[in-house]
């Protein structure tokens, strides 16, 4: 393409200059297989290997440059091309044939006459231009087959087209057998082909352009998914790290306390033993005294005997004291039905993540959408974009493409970095044209951040509060038959506000505003492609955590502060014995809110139940005294997951 280019530009002023560039200084013609030496002059390759040809001193035959050896010679296949064009342009402007009057050397002719039926060279040409009746004759430049310009029948130019039958045709074709036909001057028809083909080769040029932005489209979407499956892959492993240390740390830290009760054991049987070997000293002393005296014939001596012997203290009743080889294992199986009996309730809350997009028909023209419809920033340029009933005209925000009018949903969004955002939920039904209050009476239950620091609720009235740490990432969580609307600061699995005691009639649809580009806000809001919970999305099995009860989370009875939280049933457990203690489970929520009530059911059984993919197989115990080192904030699986543990 680009040496077509080059070339209508170079043959547009045609000429020796031109010729010169691209003639051989060997030859002196035009290129063939240009090549090009280490000093930047071209020549045909055949003349350059000739030159080389039985020489052990290479060389250039322009500037006698000398080469320590021999160059590998590539085809510069742009100038080859330019040459190329350059001679199928030069052929096609050059005169086809000789002049038809030269007598003895026959000259190429420049022109044809259609008139006369014959070429001419410059010479002859002459009075053609010169001689007032022959100056009406059509010269066209020289062809060799000037009959395909004239007529077969009546021996006159093809001057006009016939549009009918789509054929050249002479003027007296015209008059004659086309002269009920649509004819035309064959120079109009010519004009209308050149426009018809400067706007076919318009539109073939737009879909070529078309074609390049699809290319370059897929190729960034690859990237895209290339850089967002990088991070997953990282994050992954990052938690299956974190995961493998904690409990690596968690064995450890078990073992070691085994040992240490197995040596309390131990010490506690050794003591033991000690008095009652002391015990057995005391005894068989005392049983030689009783034996001495019952031989006695003294009576007197017997009897002043007898009661000292006798009031000695008794000896401790070693009947009543066991030492339990087992450890003691209580039943799993009540835990068990306990788990079983909310199954069916579970399942129905499986289905609260939603994966949100962005409507670009209801976004302000102010505001810039990714191409997936996972980010929107303001673009400080107001958009030429088509006027949509749908679309906010006053407010700088966007509405998701589904809206939901029943049962849980939940979703993320990224604020890092941002100084100033709106987002939360809004109905169908609302204002799009003006300017609106963020208000629940406006059909709007949102959150804001203003002056970098400011938290707002826009309830009524607003409700301001300051928050310890800046949230990264805010998580919403709506149930619509219980009129609640929450929101999460979800580093820190904290709750930040909810209203409660709504009622929602309309489509609920998640809202979201950049706000205006001060300091910070070029920042756009997203979406991220996955929650942060550890369970994904449609799962029945669940993940169980156990801790020593001492620890447990109690329930919290205030539901209208907090929303429910989403639990997941047991597919199966191990029923097997294993050395435990009683603990308490808490169960994992699956992208869901960070949870406020467990369920406590005491067992002994300290396992992991096995989960569907992605799926974990182990078995980890938590015994009083340990330390739950997964659990503290600073541990990076507390912070890629801080609902795993509860």
Known sequence: MTALLIFSVMASSRGPALNEELQCSICLE???????????????????????????????????????????????????????????????????GFCDFCDERKQKAVKSCLTCQSS????????????????????????????????QKHERPLEMFCRDDQTCVCLS??????????????????????????????????????????????KHSVELRKKNMEKEKSSSVDIFT????????????????????????????????KELQQE??????????????????????LIQMYSPLYSRRHAKNWTQILIDSDVNVNSLYNALAQLKKTHKTLNEKLSQTVDVTLDPDTANPYLILSDDGKEVSHGDIEQDIPENPKRFDACFCVLAKEGFSSGRFYYEVE???????????????????????????N????????????????????????????????????????????????????????????????????????????????????LPCQTSSCLHHGLTDFQLCFIPLPLRLHHQQSSGTLAPPQT???????????????????????????????????????????MAPPSIDFAVGFYPGCTLNPCLPDSPLYQHHPDFFC
């Open 30 to 96: 035009v290129f063939t297989d240009p090549v090009t030496t280490p000093c930047g002059h071209n020549f045909c390759r055949t003349c350059l290997s000739k030159c080389w040809t039985n020489t052990w001193n290479c060389f250039c035959p322009l500037c006698k440059e000398k080469f320590s050896r021999r160059p590998d010679l590539k085809i510069n296949t742009t100038l080859r091309e330019v040459a190329q064009h350059f001679k199928k342009k030069l052929n096609l402007g050059e005169s086809k």
């Open 443 to 526: 059909g709007f239950w949102t959150m804001a951040l203003i002056n970098e620091d400011e938290y707002l609720v826009c309830d009524d009235p607003v409700v301001s509060f300051p928050h310890r740490e800046t949230p990264e990432k805010v998580g919403v969580f709506v149930d619509y038959e219980e009129g609640l609307v929450s929101f999460y600061d979800v580093g820190t699995s904290s709750h930040i506000y909810s209203f409660t005691g709504q009622t929602f009639t309309d489509k609920l649809y998640p809202y979201l505003s950049p706000c205006l580009n001060n300091e910070g806000s070029l920042i756009p809001l997203a």
């Open 280 to 301: 057995m000293t005391e005894l068989k002393k005392k049983n030689t005294e009783l034996e001495q005296l019952s031989h006695t014939d003294d009576h007197l001596h």
């Open 242 to 273: 974190d995961l493998i240390r904690s409990f690596e740390r968690c064995q450890s830290e078990l073992l070691k306390m085994m040992d240490e009760q197995q040596k309390a054991a131990e010490k506690q049987a050794e003591d033991l033993i």
């Open 120 to 151: 001419y060279c410059d010479d002859h040409l002459e009075p053609h231009l010169r001689v007032p009746r022959l100056m009406k004759h059509t010269l066209i430049n020289a062809v060799e087959n000037l009959e395909d310009y004239i007529c």
């Open 415 to 441: 604020v890092k970095g941002k100084t100033e955002w709106d987002l939360g939920v809004a109905r169908e039904s609302i204002n799009r044209k003006e300017i609106n209050q963020l208000t629940p009476a």
């Open 173 to 218: 074709c015209s008059e004659g057998e086309h002269r009920t036909h649509n004819t035309v001057p064959i120079e109009k028809e010519s004009r209308e082909k050149k426009d018809q083909l400067v706007q076919t080769q318009t539109d073939v040029h737009q879909m070529i352009q078309d074609r390049m932005k699809k290319i370059e489209e897929i």
């Open 568 to 610: 997941l049933v047991a597919k199966s457990l191990p029923l097997s014995p294993e050395p435990s203690v009683s603990c308490c489970p808490i169960i994992c929520p699956s992208r869901s809110p960070p949870p406020s009530a467990q369920y406590l059911s005491i067992i002994s059984m300290v396992s992991l139940t096995t």
